[in-house]
């Protein structure tokens, strides 16, 4: 189109017309036949910012106006309205905007035309907010470079108190939350409460490059922590890390942490707090008070905005809330322990050297391996005095050792024998404590595995006839020797001494008697 409002602008300033038609790339007689009806028309420069090109040709050529521009006005209302609408877009309504006009035998305007319209319009009725915000579409997140700041009520010694907050973009309802620290506990629970809070779920979740939630964010890689990452894949949503020193990617975090800021934080500057719960307390009766408030330049507030506009939009919630997770790896040592930090739990021995990664939530202990699990345990409140071991972890010498007991082998030595029976029972009473029998008991059997019941029973019988103190060394020795074998009966005291005829007598070791 003509430039029609450079050619009059030009024109006041006593440019030739073979200038002006140089600058606005039309022909001169283009130029003189612009300045002449417009000096007819009674139009002179300077005009109003709001008289467009447009409005100056229909006035120039009242007569050409629907013979040249036959074209039919889009519904800007309507297509603002759509775009608000999730996967709608300007491409969308053009191919919807020329279905209609072919339909109605009419000329639509070319895509580009189109959009510059559209915005055009946008731009003078202000109503751009729902352009790139869509209902249901992005929540964004952060803390708050400020704390609130409450005392202990027994030594009175001061902390701080961390400020979350969360965005839905499209209606500005937003969601604060006070936290004793900003750990990724806490951060992973501030995250569900907003969720519940909201009562859905948006497509997309916008943080910032905090090391709780992305251990990595550059130009080629992002890598989240993989505790933020179970998040999102349990609530199906997609974190989209903010770019590094790029605040405009959440401004409106930025906005709401800054409104956040003054509505919330410095309104609580003159209260004194004594806990984190009424800190969290106050926090969530301002944050009320912020979402009712009305809008400055619209209708309605925050929370109408959303019930109106986005919350039809949101994902459904889960049937039960995320439980926050931390993970981190270990190498399993010779004991087949891994650690909570408290308590100590078991994994299957065969892992021992292995690393694992490991899963601790409040109420549980996971274990995995190249990513199955391999353990589970539940995860007491308490520091436990023994660690918390599952038989089926252990090996099977470990499990028979765990399941010793006094009774077990005594009732065990009897099937045996009287004097095995015999000497289990002098095993467990030596020590001050039957446990201290126990791996005597627990070799024995490991003999009797070996040699049989009946060498068993014999090695034990004559062990008994010699001392009335038998081991464990003398008992494996003479069964690894076959000395239970050998039928050796102990001299009765009415048998004949033996005369041995290289015994020397009595007098023999008298003094000086050999030698006398």
């Given at each position: 189109?003509?430039?029609?409002?450079?050619i009059?602008r030009?024109?006041?300033l006593?440019y030739?017309?073979?200038?002006?038609?140089a600058?606005?790339?039309s022909?001169?007689?283009t130029v003189?036949?612009?300045?002449?009806?417009a000096?007819?028309a009674?139009?002179?420069?300077?005009?109003?910012?709001?008289?467009?090109?447009?409005m100056?040709?229909a006035?120039?050529?009242p007569?050409?106006?629907e013979?040249?521009?036959?074209?039919k006005e889009?519904?800007?209302?309507y297509i603002?309205?759509?775009l608000?609408?999730?996967?709608?877009?300007?491409?969308l309504?053009?191919?919807?905007?020329?279905?209609?006009?072919n339909?109605?035998a009419?000329?639509?305007?070319m895509y580009s035309q189109?959009?510059?319209?559209y915005?055009?319009w946008?731009?003078l009725t202000k109503?751009?907010?729902?352009?790139?915000?869509?209902?249901?579409?992005v929540m964004?997140?952060d803390?708050a470079?400020?704390t609130i700041?409450y005392h202990?009520?027994?030594?009175g010694?001061?902390?701080?108190?961390y400020?979350?907050?969360a965005?839905?973009?499209?209606s500005c309802?937003?969601?604060?939350?006070?936290?004793?620290?900003?750990?990724?506990?806490?951060?992973?629970l501030?995250h569900?409460?907003?969720?519940s809070?909201?009562?859905?779920?948006?497509?997309?979740?916008?943080?910032d490059?905090l090391?709780?939630?992305?251990?990595?964010?550059?130009?080629y890689?992002?890598?989240?922590?993989?505790s933020y990452?179970?998040?999102a894949?349990?609530?199906?949503?997609?974190i989209i890390?903010?770019?590094?020193?790029h605040?405009?990617?959440k401004?409106l975090a930025?906005g709401t942490?800054k409104?956040?800021?003054t509505w919330i934080?410095?309104a609580?500057?003159?209260?004194?707090?004594?806990?984190?719960?009424?800190v969290?307390?106050?926090?969530a009766?301002?944050?009320e008070?912020?979402?009712?408030?009305?809008?400055?330049?619209?209708?309605?507030?925050?929370?109408?905005?959303?019930?109106?506009?986005e919350?039809?939009?949101?994902k459904p919630?889960?049937?039960?809330?995320f439980?926050?997770?931390?993970w981190?790896?270990?190498m399993?040592?010779?004991d087949?322990?891994i650690?909570?930090g408290?308590n100590?739990?078991s994994?299957?021995?065969?892992l021992?050297?292995?690393?694992?990664?490991i899963?601790i939530?409040?109420a549980?202990v996971?274990?995995y391996y190249h990513g199955?699990?391999v353990?589970?345990h539940p995860?007491?409140?308490?520091i436990l005095?023994?660690?918390v071991v599952q038989?089926?972890?252990m090996?099977?010498e470990?499990?028979?050792?765990?399941s010793y007991n006094?009774?077990d082998f005594?009732?065990?030595?009897?099937d045996?024998?009287s004097?095995?029976?015999k000497v289990?029972t002098?095993?467990?009473?030596a020590?001050r404590?039957?446990?201290?029998?126990?791996?005597?008991?627990a070799?024995?059997i490991?003999?009797?595995?070996?040699?049989?019941h009946?060498?068993?029973?014999?090695?034990?019988?004559?062990?008994?006839?010699y001392t009335s103190?038998?081991?464990?060394r003398?008992?494996?020795?003479m069964?690894k020797?076959?000395?239970d074998?050998?039928?050796?009966?102990?001299p009765s005291?009415e048998s004949?001494?033996v005369?041995?005829?290289i015994?020397?007598?009595?007098a023999?070791?008298?003094?000086g008697g050999?030698r006398s």
């Open positions: 189109m003509v430039n029609y409002r450079e009059l030009l024109n006041s006593k030739t017309q073979r200038q002006i038609a600058s606005v790339h022909s001169r007689n003189s036949d612009v300045i002449k009806l000096s007819e009674g139009i002179d420069w300077p005009l109003n910012d709001s008289y467009t090109n447009e100056l040709y006035s120039l050529y007569n050409r106006l013979a040249v521009n036959p074209r889009p519904d800007y209302s603002h309205k759509e608000a609408k999730p996967g709608v877009n300007l491409t309504l053009w191919s919807e905007y020329c279905s209609e006009c339909n109605n009419q000329t639509p305007y189109f959009c510059d319209k915005r055009y946008a731009r109503a751009t907010m729902r352009i790139n915000h869509k209902p249901g579409d964004q997140v803390w470079g400020t700041k202990d009520s027994v030594t010694q001061e902390y701080d108190a400020v979350f907050a965005v839905l973009p499209c309802y937003a969601y604060v939350e006070a936290c004793d620290d900003m750990k990724i506990t806490n951060w992973l501030c569900v409460h907003a969720y809070y909201f009562g859905g779920v948006p497509r997309l979740l916008i943080p490059n090391k709780a939630g992305v251990v990595k964010n550059t130009r890689d992002t890598v989240l922590n993989r990452e179970e998040l894949g349990y609530y199906d949503t997609a890390p903010a770019r590094v020193r605040p405009k990617d401004s930025e942490v409104l956040a800021t934080i410095a609580l500057r003159n209260r004194l707090f004594f806990s984190i719960e009424e969290k307390s106050a926090v009766e301002k944050l008070e912020l979402n009712h408030s009305q809008f400055k330049k619209r209708e309605g507030c925050r929370f109408t905005a959303y019930s109106d506009e919350q039809a939009f949101m919630l889960p049937l039960t809330p439980e926050p997770a931390v981190s790896t270990a399993v040592p010779l087949y322990l650690s909570d408290k100590k739990y994994v299957p021995f065969d021992m050297g292995e690393q694992v990664d899963r939530t409040k549980t996971e274990v199955a699990r353990a589970s995860r007491p409140a308490v005095r023994d660690p038989p089926q972890h090996p099977t470990h499990r028979k050792y765990l006094s009774d005594t009732s065990w030595a009897k045996i024998g004097h095995t029976a289990v002098y095993f467990l009473s020590g404590e039957p446990e201290q029998g126990y791996k005597s008991c070799s024995l490991r003999l009797n595995d070996k040699y049989g009946n060498r068993l029973e014999n090695a034990c019988k004559k062990v008994l006839e103190q038998p081991s464990i003398i008992i494996s020795t069964l020797n076959g000395q074998k050998v039928n050796t009966d102990v005291a004949k001494p005369n041995h005829g015994t020397r007598g009595e023999y070791f008298r003094k050999a």
